[in-house]
Each structure stands twice: as C-alpha cells, then as structure tokens.
C-alpha cells in the first residue's frame, strides 16, 4: 500500500463533527455585524510580499520569521497572509474606498503565519476581523469593542474574556518616549535576553512585550508610554475610558500592551482568557491613522480588531458551550424494501419543499428494520419517518420518535408538512 498524504503540520482539517461549531459561531459573527451596519469586504489570500513589510513592519516577529513567502512563476515574490488589515487597506486604496468616506467593515477567513503550533496556536488560522474607517475619534474605537462585548455575550463567555486596554499616543510622542525607555533600558542591558537586545536596537517598545520572566522584571520599573501621552491622544484616551465606564465595559490599562504589528497609534487593546493556556488572546487590535497613507493612500483614519476563531471555538469546546448546536439532520426518512424507495424520495422532497428548515436525509443501501433505525439514530434526527408497502398503499407514514419516549403515530401523507413544521417549531 502506498504511504498517506498528511495535512502540513499547523494546519487543520475541519471535520463534520466540529462544522456545526464553526458554521454556528460564523452566523452569529455574521447576525452580529449586519446589525452594527458593517459591510463584507474578502480579499485575496495572497497579496505580495512588500504589502506585509510595509504594513506590518520590517522588524516584528510576523515579518521576520513567520510568514509563508516564496517567489511564484514570475519570480514575483508573494506571500500568503499572516493578518488581514493591510489587505483591506491595500484593497480600500486600489478600489477609492477610503479617502474622504467613512467605512466599516469586515472580513473572515484562512490567515497563514509559520509559528510552532501549540494548542490555540497554528500555522493555517482563521481570523474574523473589523476594519473602520475615516472616523477620528473615540467614540469608533468604543463601538468597535463593544461589537467584540457582544460577541461575548452571544456566546456565553463574558466572564471569561477580561479587555486590555493602552494608548500608544502619537508617532512624536512615541519617538521621545522611545528615546527615554532605550535609555532606561540600557542601565538593565545584563538582565536583557538575545531577542530584547536585538530590539533594543530595532524596536525597543517591543522589548515592553517579552514573555521571558527575567526580562519582564527588568522592565517592571521602565518608564511608561502611558504617562507621555501627547495631549490629543491623552484626549483621545480619556475619551475612550469614558465611554467604556458608561456602556458598562471594564477594562484594565495595561502600559505595557505594544502589539506585535507596527502600524498602530492612539488605542491598542487585546481580549484575554485564562480558560486557553499560553495561547490567552483571543481578540486584539487598535488605530492604526498613518497605515493608509503609508501604503501609498492619502491620510485617512482607521480602527479594528481580529479575533482568533480556532481560540473562539477552543474557549466554546473548554466550557461546554458547544452542545447545543443543531444536528445536521432532523428527519430521517426509511423505505423498508426498494418498492417504496421511491416513494420515500417523494415524501423527502415534498418535505424539502414546504417546510425547507427541516434537514431531511433519506436512508440509502437498503437494510432491515433494525439496521435502519440504527442509522436514524446515528443520524441525529428527531424523528423517523418509517414507510413500507402498508403506508405506501395507505398514503401515510408512520412517524417513530427517536428521542422521546412517545408512542408511534400515524400521519396522512396530505397532513405531513404541517404536523412536521409544528413538531419542529414547539
Ligand atoms: P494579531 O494580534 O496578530 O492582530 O492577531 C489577532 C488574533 O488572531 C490574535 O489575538 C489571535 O486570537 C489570532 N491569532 C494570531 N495568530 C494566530 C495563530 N498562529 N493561531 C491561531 N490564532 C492566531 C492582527 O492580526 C491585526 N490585523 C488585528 C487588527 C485588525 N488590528 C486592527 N485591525
């Protein structure tokens, strides 16, 4: 026999015992957006290299080590996408979406990025992101979390995801407060780690961000961006806070929140949980004002976040909040012998046509009684439609309750839509 092919490590196949979860957790996702007035906007998943460099930045983890790049027949050199705010904003550029309009959308779909998988984390990820944009203030940066609270509440676990919050101020601020912390950072450089000191020199804020404990406690007393806030955006801050004090959001101000992707200013924030382990973000973004005219747009303001689906379902799977997704089937329809095979056709499709919510499955390759029930049972469904030559003959079917313990009744053929659209309605 010859060897099987493996799917590529990080990357997983969904199968149709979880679909249920993701296609659930999708049209919440999708229920929820529409009533906040957010349009879709899909983009390719690949887009090249120099989008990501430029976006995201030429000194992060992401650009430097993670991302799925390789020269395609051209030698053109594209890369599949790790995040999808730079391809919205590339997309919103090249099509006149963004300069001088306001948008707000979204997008959801397969994000690649080469880190060592581990639970919650994998190298084929699936993000549901919003992006707003040519909206200056905070009151944008307040909706756009409180869509995220919603989601929470949707489903069942507000009081398992905790909201981080930091204000990054200007790029002048940040430039003095950089200058500040290198220097803070420089009297600590023995307690520093091979990356830190690498980005001390490339990106020290991102030295804030280390999860190496040593590291972490060297920069415990570092000066904090928080407190060299230009005014606008200390504003803008006090702003945000307000509004999240009054929708009855809590949040905690966490100055040493960076981020790992360059572009952001003002608001960055992340949505955590302990219920994952290590992989505890299931939510993160902020203002990114400069990333439009960056790449190549004019000046216009922009807002989101992306939440991680796979650490969605994860946190579902963790607290038992995935067992009331609906079964794939509700009715399954016998034929006890081949002369009634068509006729239980015809009762499924009258079925699919006037009562079109039900999920009908026919049984097929024949089988006794027993060996039938038994496939209606794994099915799923409620009920059991069995037909033989007697309800053939008779016009009806016997309708058997596979998860009551309710006796058999008989249904006319001519009664059977209503009786299964009110059985399937209480
Ligand atoms: P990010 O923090 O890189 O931000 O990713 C957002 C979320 O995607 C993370 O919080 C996590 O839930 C999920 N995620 C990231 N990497 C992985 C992975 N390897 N496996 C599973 N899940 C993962 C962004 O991507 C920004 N584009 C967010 C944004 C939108 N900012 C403004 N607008």
Known sequence: ?????????????????????????????????????YQE????????TDLFKRSIGEVTDIVEKEMYTFADRNQDSLTL????TASVVRAGNEHGLLYNQQQRLWYMGQMFRHERPQKGRYRQFHQFGVEAFGLAGPDIDAEVILLSARLWKKFGISKNVRLEL????????????????????QTRKDQLDEDSLRRLESNPLRVLDSKNPQVQNAVKDAPRLIDCLDDESAKHFSGL??????????YRVNSSL???????????????TDDLGAQGTVCAGGRYDGLVEQLGGKSTQGVGFAMGL????????????????ASPVDVYVTAMDESVELFSRTVAEMLRDTVPQVKVMNHCAGGNFKKQLKRADQSGADVALIIGQDEMNSQQVAIKYLREQKPQVNVALSELADFVQAHFSE
């Not at 060897?3 to 590529?8: D, L, M, R, S, Y």
């Not at 650490?311 to 909040?321: C, F, N, S, V, Y």
């Open 166 to 185: 930091n204000s990054l101020g200007s790029s002048e601020a940040r430039a003095a407060y950089k200058a500040q912390l290198v220097a803070f950072l």
């Open 241 to 250: 806070c307000e509004r999240l004090d009054n929708l009855g959001i809590e």
């Open 258 to 272: 960076v981020r790992g992707l360059d572009y952001y200013n003002r608001t960055v924030f992340e949505w955590v």
């Open 1 to 37: 026999m010859s060897k099987q092919i493996q799917a590529i490590r990080g990357m997983n196949d969904c199968l149709p015992a979880e679909s249920g979860l993701w296609q659930y957790v999708e049209s919440t996702i999708r229920q929820v957006v529409a009533s906040y007035g």
């Open 310 to 325: 796979e650490r969605l379902i994860l946190m579902l799977q963790t607290l038992g909040l995935d067992q009331n997704i």
């Open 81 to 84: 996408r790790p995040e999808g």
């Open 41 to 48: 906007i899909r983009t390719p998943i690949v887009e090249s």
